[in-house]
């Protein structure tokens, strides 16, 4: 039993890393999680992250081995970890997998939900799905997540934070609820979209209070 145990949260974790670092990534022009998991900035972030929110939500059996494991093939897998290849679908897989862990005392998720927010804003529907608003990203069909696509490709990057905010929290094409109804998203999330559209996603992601 406690080996079925590590494997099930090692391959969960490995999922949470993938949903967590993929936005950001690509919004610093990064081609894989390998790369996400060097990176000066995001690797301390997501460590950071890993410890104070994502671990206390795993149960203790077999937790630090499952991170050890999970942590070692995110980082040494760079070609089946292709960041563009994860960013088909990536809105379902938060819906399942990072949604149920944020709180308020998930800071850094909420950054990074503002970084998949920022990531999917202005998607451009083509004849064969739809594109990423990023130069570097214009050739990776998107064809997973269409209402949730259709909804943020009317939406802009330069759009009041809070408007912008309001707009994807309550849209339930995208999530399948209103995610306002949760209580502690709007100030937080709203912030953190700002900070990004203001000073950019790498200051935001190393401010002092993050």
Not at 139 to 154: G, H, I, P, Y
Request: proline share 4%.
């Amino acid at each position: 039993m406690r080996e079925f145990s590590v494997v099930s949260a090692q391959v969960l974790l490995k999922a949470r890393a993938e949903c967590l670092l993929t936005p950001a990534g690509i919004l610093l022009d990064l081609d894989t999680v390998a790369d996400c998991m060097g990176h000066e900035m995001l690797r301390p972030w997501f460590g950071r992250m890993l410890q104070q929110e994502i671990m206390p939500a795993m149960s203790p059996d077999g937790r630090d081995e499952a991170v050890i494991q999970a942590c070692r093939y995110l980082s040494f897998k760079p070609a089946s970890l292709a960041l563009s290849a994860l960013a088909d679908g990536l809105i379902d897989a938060w819906s399942l997998h990072i949604l149920p862990l944020m709180s308020a005392q998930t800071p850094r998720m909420i950054q990074a939900f503002a970084a998949l927010i920022m990531l999917f804003t202005g998607v451009r529907r083509t004849d064969d799905g739809y594109c990423l608003p990023q130069e570097r990203m214009k050739n990776v069909r998107l064809t997973r997540d269409e209402k949730a696509l259709r909804s943020f490709s009317r939406l802009s990057w330069d759009m009041d934070a809070a408007s912008l905010c309001y707009a994807v929290l309550a849209d339930t094409d995208i999530w399948g609820r209103d995610l306002r109804e949760d209580g502690f998203l709007d100030g937080p999330l709203t912030h953190a979209l700002e900070d990004i559209q203001l000073t950019g996603l790498y200051a935001a992601l190393t401010r002092e209070d993050a």
